[in-house]
């Protein structure tokens, strides 16, 4: 029978496709378990061959895992929009690039040391063993892969719970970080994670033995949930960063970044500014430049009204619209922004519904205050003592130091976007852990490791 070049050409597609496939799925299935005590056994074992090699072999672990995971941000990127509906491509490239190449390795372990008429005595930083890791929908692979370098270079092994709504995007993560270190000499299964994540699957990892150390990366939820379960824990928890704006900033650059802060990644990041005070003399002169840079103005009362019913669900976001586009918000409300719009802002009193609420929307209210000190004392109250991250724009330094001294936030920016924070333009390295509620702040392999003494009594001391 003659084949048709109509089947032919299908036939063709198929492969292809078939092909292009594979070479995106490179061996599925490593270190996913269907049984979460299974991953647990699994990754104590494999943080037992760890610790047998040497730190440089573990420096090539995690150089591996930042090369492979380079390879597939486009995959991770575009995944994590398609299965979460939350964010945008281009911005979840940035994240994942910006993890892979800021992320400390084994250099952030550093050793302490004492010597003496007694000898030598050094401070070492040693693995935990398995780390349980509870992972967010807003940065599925960015948590995952910044955690993994982190937690490898102290010589653990990782135990990872993703949310149930970034699943296929983290276990994606998940295998190709196992091939690669696999690859690159390491035992199989550091890190590993189950099937079909939950709650309840994450409940039986917090409560396990095996599992020395649990980092939470999320709501205030899972937070309380680490902190109340008898084990060591970190908690990098919710935030609902102010930016502040007096009389003194450079307006013109205080715009831009603003909108650039607040409109990434479709405002989803834990640290992107999500509501503004400004000092009521320079507020039109700001937001007139804010609205150059994509900030769309909502004037009237009844859309203001709208949209809050819309977004705003008992004091806290509709998850339906967290990290959803302007354009497709404002539709809800039949209110057509333009397609360069990237932000919306509009005027509210301190008191309204859109100031307290983390609602990781790209939407920014704007209140407008007597003085500096009153915008100060409102976004202090509108972090509700997260603590988590603040922004301020100015270049009175008294005026910077007052705010930053009132809120205690683990991240403040000045006269940057949020982001900066973040090692995007400003100094420093990157975490996408950002332990607020626990104090280690922007969390890095030295977190996630023990102290030990090692004492060498009458000796070695040759001062
Ligand atoms: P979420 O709290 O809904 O979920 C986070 C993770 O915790 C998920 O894996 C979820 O399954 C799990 N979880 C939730 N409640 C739990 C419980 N009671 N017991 C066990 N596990 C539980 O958060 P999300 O929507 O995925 O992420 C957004 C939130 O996370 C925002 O509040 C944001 O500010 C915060 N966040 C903080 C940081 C940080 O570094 N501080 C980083 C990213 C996100």
Redesign the pocket.
Same mark, same amino acid.
């Given at each position: 029978m003659a084949v048709q070049e109509r089947d032919l050409e299908s036939i063709v597609k198929k492969v292809l496709e078939e092909l292009s496939r594979k070479e995106e799925t490179p061996e599925a299935g490593q270190g996913v378990f269907e049984d979460m005590n299974d991953a647990i056994e699994a990754a104590e074992q494999a943080q037992k061959e760890l610790i047998k090699l040497s730190l440089e072999e573990r420096g090539a672990i995690i150089e591996a895992i930042r090369e492979a995971s380079r390879k597939h941000v486009e995959t991770f990127a575009r995944m994590a929009v398609e299965e979460t509906g939350m964010g945008n491509y281009e911005d979840k490239v940035r994240k994942n690039v910006l993890v892979i190449d800021k992320t400390p390795g084994i250099e952030d372990l550093k050793t302490e040391a004492v010597s003496g008429d007694n000898g030598l005595t050094v401070v070492e930083l040693s693995p935990y063993g398995v780390i349980g890791s509870?992972?967010?929908?807003?940065?599925?692979t960015e948590?995952i892969i910044c955690n993994s370098i982190g937690m490898i270079a102290a010589g653990n092994s990782v135990v990872f719970?993703?949310?149930? #709504? &970034?699943k296929d995007t983290s276990l994606k993560a998940v295998e190709i970080i196992n091939q690669a270190i696999v690859e690159a000499g390491g035992p199989k299964n550091l890190i590993t994670s189950i099937a079909e994540?939950?709650?309840d699957q994450?409940?039986i990892m917090?409560r396990h033995k095996k599992v020395r150390m649990l980092v939470?990366?999320?709501?205030?939820?899972?937070?309380?949930?680490?902190l109340t379960s008898g084990k060591k824990a970190i908690?990098? #928890? &919710?935030?609902?960063p102010p930016v502040v704006v007096d009389e003194t900033a450079d307006l013109e650059k205080a715009a831009k970044d603003i909108v650039d802060g607040c409109s990434f990644d479709n405002n989803?990041?834990?640290?992107a500014e999500k509501e503004l005070f400004v000092v009521e003399a320079v507020a039109d002169y700001l937001v007139f430049h804010m609205k150059k840079h994509g900030a769309f103005q909502l004037n009237d009362p009844k859309h203001i009204e709208k949209l809050t019913e819309l977004v705003v669900d008992n004091g806290h976001a509709n998850?339906e619209f967290?990290g959803k586009d302007i354009q497709y918000i404002l539709k809800q409300i039949g209110v057509d922004a333009p397609q360069d719009a990237r932000i919306a802002i509009m005027d509210v009193e301190a008191d309204h519904p859109l100031v307290p609420a983390?609602l990781?929307m790209p939407i920014l209210p704007v209140v407008r205050t007597a003085n500096v000190d009153e915008a100060i004392e409102l976004a202090v109250e509108a972090e509700h003592g997260f603590r988590?991250t603040s922004i301020m724009h100015s270049k009175n330094i008294d005026n910077l130091t007052k705010f930053a001294k009132a809120i205690q936030t683990?991240i403040f920016v000045k006269n940057g976007p949020s982001y900066a924070g973040l090692g995007v333009g400003g100094e420093g390295y990157t975490?996408?852990?950002?332990?607020?509620p626990t104090g280690e702040g922007l969390?890095s392999a030295k977190d996630f490791a023990r102290k030990r003494k090692c004492v060498l009594v009458d000796s070695l001391s040759v001062r």
């Open positions: 509870i992972t967010p929908t807003t940065n599925p948590t719970s993703p949310h149930p #709504g &970034a994540p939950s709650i994450a409940n917090m939470a990366t999320g709501g205030p939820g899972v937070v309380k949930a680490v908690g990098a #928890g &919710a935030g609902n989803i990041p834990c640290v998850k967290v983390e990781m988590h683990t975490s996408f852990t950002i332990a607020g969390t």
